[in-house]
């Protein structure tokens, strides 16, 4: 996750490094549980990017299946922290900083795209981009799995603008086939221990 989620009202840290000054409430040490069910059913397949991959946790469970894993956020300690992960695991992982809102300008394309936490953070032309850039670096018939807070939230933690089923249909309304949006959680290591999210899935068409 490369920005953060936080308090309605509150004023969001001004670089992405001050999120990982401290662990963060969503760095809780291990995959999120949707996406691990998710890699042992076995839909992360082929090249894979993490897209806010943060310290590194999600890309690390693709190279542990042997896949071609990419991380990319913005907040360098936090790299930092994934590619320790990476040579203490022994694991071949690529982290980068690069913004996710520019993902043409990795000229890479992927099979599976992961975003834990990510698609909550952006609005208006910053969505836009993000998704026109997901639909450029995903192949045809490649797949994207979305973890983000919902609207079903009802506590104080999280974004100001949750997301809705409308929010998902409109940002993947062209090029794309929704395949799914199941409600689930993205677990934290703070209370209230765990928000609720939407788990969706598309394909690029």
């Known amino acids: 996750m490369s920005v953060s989620p936080h308090q309605p009202g509150a004023m969001a840290p001004r670089e992405p490094d001050d999120l990982y000054a401290t662990p963060p409430p969503w760095d809780i040490g291990r995959p999120q549980p949707a996406l691990l069910s998710l890699t042992r059913s076995g839909g992360i397949r082929g090249r894979m990017l993490d897209a806010g991959c943060g310290t590194g946790e999600h890309a690390l469970m693709a190279a542990a299946l042997g896949l071609d894993a ?77 973890l983000c807070i919902s609207d079903r939230e009802r506590g104080v933690w999280g974004p100001v603008h949750r997301v809705t089923r409308d929010d998902v249909e409109a940002a993947f309304a062209d090029g794309w086939q929704i395949d799914s949006v199941e409600p689930s959680v993205i677990e934290l290591g703070v209370a209230p221990g765990h928000v609720d999210a939407w788990f969706v899935a598309v394909t690029r068409i």
Request: include cysteine; proline fraction near 1%.
């Open 70 to 146: 990419t991380g990319i956020d913005l907040a360098a300690r936090a790299l930092g922290a994934a590619e320790e992960k990476a040579r203490t695991r022994g694991q071949e992982v690529r982290f980068l900083r690069h913004d996710a809102r520019d993902l043409a300008g990795l000229g890479e394309q992927f099979d599976t795209v992961l975003d834990c936490g990510l698609f909550h953070v952006f609005a208006g032309e910053d969505r836009t981009a993000y998704t026109s850039g997901l639909r450029f670096v995903l192949r045809p018939g490649g797949r994207c799995f979305v």
